[in-house]
């Protein structure tokens, strides 16, 4: 960032802008970030040209009230050299037009870099997407893949505010805001996969898996996690490490979990309803197998 | 390509001093582009405007296409395109979302490393969203090309819920691709249900040669199913499928899951917030709210296969009944023909009955078979909740016995 750290002052100056002017939309306060378009960042930044320092892209998602949220993002065309800045924006406009139609939702919300190297340049690209988000804000994010060493990993997400007496696109204030990642609970288990693939040592894992495979590692970890608790409750009483109230109210509510409608005949009931649904479901697929064996052998 | 920035880019001249880096050219390479050229074209619809490349002799092409002679044994998914299909799916207005894949085959092994949603035409007619689509994928294949990304198509994707997704669509753009694509190309299937479940499953298929035979003649009779051995089971063979991550995406998840460090900068509140993956349970869950909607869509195919099978014997007897005219009809003319000759007469001359009795030709089957499989898909779901659950249920039993 080439003006210093963000000091209070300039902040006060970006709420008065937006004070002074009426009905103007509210400045994102919370941007939350969907995996899809955090991965597309890296998949882009992977097949980068040798020649490039860093890629850009467009943010496409949706926005309600001060908070952003970034559902998927698109690569974009840039040339930086060190006398101009280039973004090809027929590349961008084209793009746009052709996720809208797909997804009519999402709308531009800003733009993404690699690298965590804000510089004039960036400050030119986000007036150029101001331009493309109007009357609402852009918004920046930069993605730091952690390949240059010395640098953590990390997503860093900003909003711009113009600086000087005489505001000039190239000066800007990028301020930071608060950037979480978000999905929906359905994902989850994409996400799931992902991580244990990126954990096992040749990166690929075989599909598909058997869902009694993700029952038993689901198991695994609630038994492991019990053993800590214990652990952890033991040592309490023992007296080696001082009882934290909030833990025990949270083991006492998850804990304290009735199951009595389990052993009071509901298991049973409930017993013969599966077996009874396995039982259809076995019987509907024999039928059908039956069936299709039946359509050959009816005319020989 | 240099030029591509002349086109119509906002340029900001500034001069300052910062460091020199050398003039950025993005340019493809002849390599690349001679490799393009190797590649089939994608499917009839999205070939239409593609960039044109100096043609290879088709003597040549084969010489050059080494991989193609290698046979497919296994598909690699990228996690890119693991999250891409789910977001798609989920967020699609309708359960049969489906996009294309892009990717590379090396080695017999189909890495797809990229993928893109296909717009969702409800009502429109046919031909007119047939037309828009092909020329979005074709606009699309070359934006991504100009970011060098991918742009082979190498098959498409379809979301399905519980398992059932035996349809005529897929088969037939399957059996497009198949004969376009390089390798025949492939479906991934994703079932929606069981993702939701905790399960992300992903599985990839093509048609079976016998079935592509039997569908190249477009004969589905009862004949031609008995000569192909066509069961539901044989019209689709499963292609072992992997999801690789790439060491980019591997490094970055690990940050991510490192709660400690919170891969992204956490909001004020503090840990609770933090984006870092929290472990999830949703697997354990003992609720079985899918199975009374899994029930009801078996009862629909069935009745689906019903009302098919209705159709098939209804035509079935009316063929029956115009070959017994058809054959009363040859009976009588002989009998006729005899009497003359007994009586000294020329014989009438035998027409040609075919054009006299219009037969109608014998149904096909391939609807039917498709709504069996998609019964049997049903019914495989049903089973495997139902013997989860009962695994969960003695779980649950057995921890609250203790």
Redesign the interface.
Known sequence: MPLGPTSSAINIQANSITEAVHNAPRTPTNITIHPVALFSILDHYLRRTDSQDRVIGTLLGTRHDNEVEVRSSFAVLHSETDEQVAVDMDYHRTMYELHHKVNPKEVIVGWYSTGSNLNTYSALIQNFYSQETGPHQAIHVAVNTGVVEGEEAGVKAYISSPVGVFPKPENCVFVPVPVELRFHDAERSGLDLLANTAQASSSTSSQPIADLEIIERAVTSVSEMLDRVLAYVRAVLAGEQKGDPAVGRYLMDTLGASTDDLEKGGFNSSLQDTLMISYLANLVRSQAEVSSRLALAAAS | MPC??L??????????D?????????MATSMAAALAASLPAAPAASAAPAPTYEAIPASMAKVIDIEAEIPLTCV?????V???I???A??APSTTAHGLLLGLDLDGTLEV??S?????HAGDDDEKSAKSSAR?QA??LR?LK????DDSVVGFYQATTLGAFFNQTLVDTQAIHQEKLRHGGIVIVHD?SQ?????????AYRLTATFMDAYRKSNFS??S??NH?????SILEEV??????????????????DSK?G??????EGSK?????N??????DLG?GG?ARN?EQ?VEA?DN?RTEEGNLSYMSRQIAREKAKAENYIAKRKEENQNRIAQGLAPLPEEDVSRLFKIPAEPS?LE??LV?GQ??A???S????????????Y???A??DV
């Open positions: 591509r920035f086109r119509s880019c906002i340029v900001y001249y500034y001069k300052f910062f460091p020199a880096t050398s003039l950025q050219k993005i690699q998914l990228d996690g890119l693991v999250t891409k789910i977001k798609h989920r967020e490393s990229n893109f949603p296909l717009p969702h979005h606009s699309m934006s100009e970011v060098q990304a929606l993702t939701a479940r905790g399960n992300a499953s992903f599985r009862t004949a199913l008995i051995r066509l069961t539901f089971s072992p499928l992997k999801i690789r991550t790439n060491p980019l995406l591997s490094a970055f998840l690990g940050t991510l899951e460090k891969g992204l900068s956490s909001s004020a917030t933090n984006s870092a993956i472990p999830s349970f949703s697997v354990l079985t199975v029930l078996i069935v296969y089957r039917s078979l069996l019964i049997d049903y019914g495989k049903l089973a495997g909740t139902a013997s989860t659950s009962l695994v969960k249920m779980a649950a039993q921890g609250s």
